[in-house]
């Protein structure tokens, strides 16, 4: 990977992309600081950093952003509730925290916006943030369910602290 910084149509094209998937202003997420890892090989955006810490992902198949941690605190703070959220029950906080996968279960309730394959921010129910990770389940759907994944955990707040 080839570590640079974006060039100005670069930085439009990522911007514009947070507004279509995430519905912010692209600015609050992709600041002017960032860099981009980019393929040798495709010469395509594959990362997103920030402070040389991974920030956000640009799926190849999709053109469409994987969240980390230092990005799902940036939407955490500037999306208004219950928005690509999923609640987590307080009795798994810590295992979710730890990157633990999030059954169907353990889901208090869920913003009913969210798609399968949907980038969504796992949060406890006072809303601070626990992980980030992909939806498999609609999120209207989600809490009627008993048995199943409904969210594929990416990184949690805990892998990060240590």
């Not at 208090?108 to 389940?137: C, K, Q």
């Amino acid at each position: 990977m080839i570590i640079r910084r974006p060039t100005s149509s670069e930085l439009r094209e990522l911007r514009s992309i947070a507004e279509l998937q995430f519905k912010v202003p692209g600015d609050i997420l992709i600041s002017e600081d960032v860099h981009v890892a980019v393929s040798p090989n495709t010469n395509k955006i594959r990362l997103v950093l920030k402070s040389g810490v991974k920030y956000l992902g640009l799926r190849a198949r999709d053109y469409r952003f994987n969240l980390y941690i230092p990005a799902g605190v940036v939407l955490n703070s500037s999306v208004p509730h219950p928005h690509m959220r999923v609640y987590v029950k307080k009795e798994y906080v810590p295992f979710i925290a730890k990157g633990k996968t999030l059954f169907c279960k353990h889901v208090l309730m869920a913003d009913p916006e969210i798609r399968p394959e949907d980038e969504v921010l796992v949060v406890d129910s006072a809303g601070s943030l626990l992980a980030v990770g992909r939806a498999l389940i609609a999120g209207h759907e989600v809490v009627y369910y008993k048995r199943g994944e409904a969210v594929r955990i990416r990184e949690g707040v805990s892998e990060i602290e240590n």
